[in-house]
């Protein structure tokens, strides 16, 4: 299987491996990017250093942390976030315009302490009495957490549950606060619930009630290596890394 994957990538790679043929030094590629994406990221990120030789190096964090770090003029070679936040480091000309890729998207998942009853959220209306019965609500402070804001007041709820949310700094793991039982009920992106360790994964959000984050790279203006930066923004959006993007519970945008 893994040698099967290997030569579906090598066929997208050909015009890269070529540009760096030409006695081009492998380069150390510094992207910083949201939690949220890190097991996709990190297995195209894999792939694409075999294919260039190139050593791709992350930091990760929130993606409101991560636009505020741009902004106050941290530089990386590659950042990736929301589509919108990508949209505004460019029009800021932090990022290079028309380096912008949309890359995959990820929905919004539900998910409880171990030591809880699972409750049904199969359906906007179940959804409403989970909210309603549970003693404490956790709600990240970046794109999934703007939204449940939005998806409370539609609900009709978040006066009624405001008392309840708890909603730690933006990078912040909901699964760590059911799993230290801080929050009984936690929503996230559904790649960081849906393998995080001691939590029950309810699944993602109803259909009808389900909102989903476009993420995006491009790269900074003042790359340090903005050859090695351009080849990997390729990657993240070539066809071959949709089995990596799909792999990690996203689909490609």
Partial sequence: MMFALHRAWRPAWVVVLMAFAAGVQAAEL???APKAVKEAVTEIAARFEAATGH?????????EAIAKRIADGEVFDVVVNTSPGVDRMMADGRLAVGSKTDFCRSGVAVAVRMSVSPPDISNGAALKAALLNAPTIAISSGASGRYLEQLFQKLGVAEQIRHKIRQPPSGAQISEMLARGD???GFQQVTELMHAPG???LGPLPPELQNYTIWAAGWHTQAL???AARAFVRA???ADSAVA???????PP
């Fill in 225 to 227: 290596q903005p050859d």
């Fill in 55 to 63: 050593r791709v190096i992350f930091a990760w964090g929130g993606s």
């Fill in 199 to 201: 939590v029950q994964f």
């Fill in 236 to 238: 993240l959006g070539a």
């Fill in 30 to 32: 510094n992207v910083v």
């Fill in 183 to 185: 929050a009984e009920l």
């Fill in 245 to 251: 993007i799909r792999r990690a519970g996203m689909d």
